[in-house]
C-alpha cells in the first residue's frame, strides 16, 4: 500500500497516475479537497481510500496501523508563495511533516517528502541539495521558510539520513488548472494566448538581464515524477535533492516554446513587475541534479521544447487530464 498526501494536488495526482501506469492502484489518497476543483484530478485515477488531511494526521498521532503499508509520499502542503500566515504554514508544513516522519520512521516505513526550490531564496548560497545546506539558507518568502526549517529539522535530528526530501523547481504541466496564481506560466501563458493572442512577460529590473532573459529551471511533472518515484524504491538514496531539468532557459524561451507548438507567432508584450514582487524575485535558478544522477537516476529527462509541446498538445489543447 502507498499513501500519497497532496494526492488531488498538480505533482500528488500526477504521482497517483504514474503509479496507476505501473499496476499499483493500492493507494490512499490525502488531502483536503476544499471548494476549488482539483476534485477533478482524480476522477480518472484508481485508488483504494481517501482520507481528509485532518483526519489522517490524527490517526497518524493514534499511530493506527494502515496494513502493508510500503511507502508515504508526501507532498501535501500549502504552497503558496505569497501566503502570510506564518502560523498556518508552520503548522501545515512544518509539524505536519514532522509527525509524519515520526511515524514513518517508527513504523520503518519508507519516507519521501517534499521541500521546495523556494528555499534557496535568491540563489546567493547556491543551490546545492547537501543535506547541512538548510542551515545556511536565507529564503525570501513565509513559504520557503517553512520548508527549509523542517529541512534543518530532519538534518539536526538525524531522520535525513532515512528519509528523502526532494526540491522541485519550477514544475509546469497537467493537472495544475486548479492551483489559480500558483499555475505555471505555461498554463497561464496558454490561456493568454487563446484570449488576446500574445503573452505578457515581467520587464526586468536587473541590469544582467534583459526583458524576458530572466532564468528558470522548469521540469515537466512526468520528469518529476520519475524521479520522486525513484527515490521511493530506492530507499537507501537518502538526504535532500534537487529535481529540476538542470538547465536554466529564459521566460522567452518558455514563452516561445508555446507559441511553436500551437503553430503561431511569438507574440510578447513586456509589463511592469509589480513592487511587492520586484522585492523577492529571483533572476535565476538552475537546479544541480548531480546528487540524484550519482544515486542512480539515469532517465532521459524532456527538454523544455519537447515537454511543453506534450502539455499543449496533448492536453492544454484538448482539455484532459492525466489518465484520461
Known amino acids: 500500500m502507498y499513501i500519497v498526501t497532496g494526492a488531488a494536488g498538480f505533482i500528488g495526482s500526477a504521482i497517483v497516475w504514474r503509479l496507476n501506469q505501473m499496476g499499483i492502484t493500492d493507494i490512499v489518497i490525502v488531502d ?10 482524480l476522477v480518472s485515477l484508481k485508488f483504494l481510500d481517501f482520507i481528509d488531511k485532518h483526519e489522517f494526521i490524527t490517526m497518524v498521532e493514534d499511530r493506527v496501523h494502515f496494513g502493508n503499508l510500503e511507502a508515504i509520499i508526501h507532498l501535501g502542503a500549502n504552497s503558496s508563495t505569497t501566503e502570510t500566515d506564518a502560523g498556518h504554514l508552520m503548522e501545515n508544513n512544518y509539524r505536519y511533516t514532522k509527525v509524519l516522519t515520526e511515524y514513518a520512521l517508527l513504523k520503518d516505513v519508507r519516507f519521501v517528502y517534499a521541500s521546495s526550490a523556494a528555499t534557496y531564496g535568491d540563489g546567493a548560497n547556491g543551490f546545492e541539495d547537501t543535506d547541512d545546506n538548510p542551515l545556511n539558507l536565507k529564503p525570501l518568502n513565509m513559504y520557503g521558510y517553512s520548508k527549509n526549517r523542517f529541512d534543518q529539522w530532519a538534518y539536526l535530528s538525524g531522520a535525513l539520513k532515512q528519509i528523502a526530501g ?8 497537467p493537472n495544475e488548472a486548479h492551483k489559480g496564481d500558483m499555475r505555471s506560466v505555461v498554463h497561464k501563458a496558454y490561456g493568454q494566448i487563446m484570449e488576446t493572442g500574445k503573452v505578457k512577460l515581467f520587464k526586468s529590473l536587473h541590469p544582467d ?4 532573459e530572466q532564468m528558470r529551471d522548469f521540469v515537466y511533472v512526468k520528469d518529476a515524477v520519475d524521479m520522486t518515484l525513484f527515490l521511493v524504491n530506492n530507499p537507501e538514496a537518502n538526504g535532500l535533492f534537487n529535481l529540476g531539468q538542470g538547465k536554466a532557459r529564459t521566460w522567452n524561451d518558455l514563452v516561445s516554446a508555446i507559441f511553436n507548438a500551437l503553430g503561431r507567432e511569438t507574440n510578447i508584450e513586456y509589463i511592469d513587475m509589480p513592487q511587492h514582487l520586484a522585492e523577492k524575485y529571483q533572476y535565476f535558478t538552475q537546479a544541480d541534479i548531480s546528487k540524484i544522477k550519482a ?6 529527462l524532456h527538454s523544455l521544447e519537447e515537454g511543453v509541446a506534450d502539455y499543449v498538445k496533448n492536453y492544454l489543447v484538448p482539455g484532459k487530464f492525466l489518465g484520461e
Open 32 to 41: 483536503s479537497l476544499g471548494k476549488d476543483e482539483k476534485w477533478k484530478n
Open 209 to 212: 538581464y534583459k526583458d524576458g
Open 295 to 300: 544515486a542512480g537516476y539515469q532517465d532521459v
Open 166 to 173: 526532494v526540491k522541485y523547481f519550477n514544475v509546469y504541466g
